[in-house]
Every structure is written in C-alpha cells, then in structure tokens.
C-alpha cells in the first residue's frame, strides 16, 4: 500500500505562481508514473500532468508552459510547479501514482488552490 500526501496549496492571485508537493511512503517499489489530476467544482477530474520512470513528462493543453512537474527520487517526491496562474487554474488537485506492471493505482486527498483576486 502507498500513501500520497499533497501539499502546497491555497490562495493567489491570477498571474501568481505555487508550487505543489506530492510525498509519497510505503511500498512505492515498481515501475510508476506519477500525476497530477485536478478537480474543479460541477467539473470531472481531470489530467495536468504525468512524469513517469524515466522522467518523460505530458501536459495538459491548458497548462503547458505555466507548469512543469518533476519528481526527487531520494525524497520520493513530485513536485508540480505553477506559474502565471489564471482563475480557470482553481480546482482540488490529485497525486495519483500508477504502477505499470501491477496495474495498481493510489491517490492523495488533494489540495485547493484557488486563484483569485
């Protein structure tokens, strides 16, 4: 089992900048890739951005070259920093981690950011 503890969120103002922490702890053996997902409300969860093993990283459309995720293997750790924040950036945000070869997935609590003046 893994637990995916985020941190980093909370209030800014558009045009702003937060950057995101994802501590993972546990049995985190395998071959992962790590994400960010976010939730913003009456909306669907929603993918922002992966990095997986070999530290290839996707973006979502609406956050490429705002945000750059990026992991510390030696703290077990993803980070997702956020630059030139807008208000649409306002969601819960989600790491997820997917374990290729058992096909097992784990997910932290989330936290909100709100972007905001």
């Known amino acids: 089992q893994v637990q995916l503890v985020e941190s980093g969120g909370g209030l800014v103002q558009p045009g702003g900048s937060l950057r995101l922490s994802c501590a993972a702890s546990?049995?985190?053996?395998?071959?992962?890739?790590m994400g960010w997902y976010r939730q913003a409300p009456g909306k669907e969860r929603e993918l922002v951005a992966t990095?997986?093993?070999?530290?290839?990283?996707n973006y979502a459309d609406s956050v490429k070259g705002r945000f750059t995720i990026s992991i510390d293997n030696a703290k077990n750790t993803v980070y997702l920093q956020m630059n030139t924040l807008k208000p649409e950036d306002t969601a819960v945000y989600f790491c997820?981690?997917?374990?290729?070869?058992?096909?097992?997935?784990?997910w932290g609590q989330g936290t909100q950011v709100i972007v905001s003046s």
């Open positions: 997820r981690r997917y374990e290729v070869l058992g096909r097992s997935e784990d």
């Open positions: 546990g049995n985190i053996f395998g071959i992962n890739v």
């Open positions: 990095i997986n093993t070999v530290g290839s990283t």
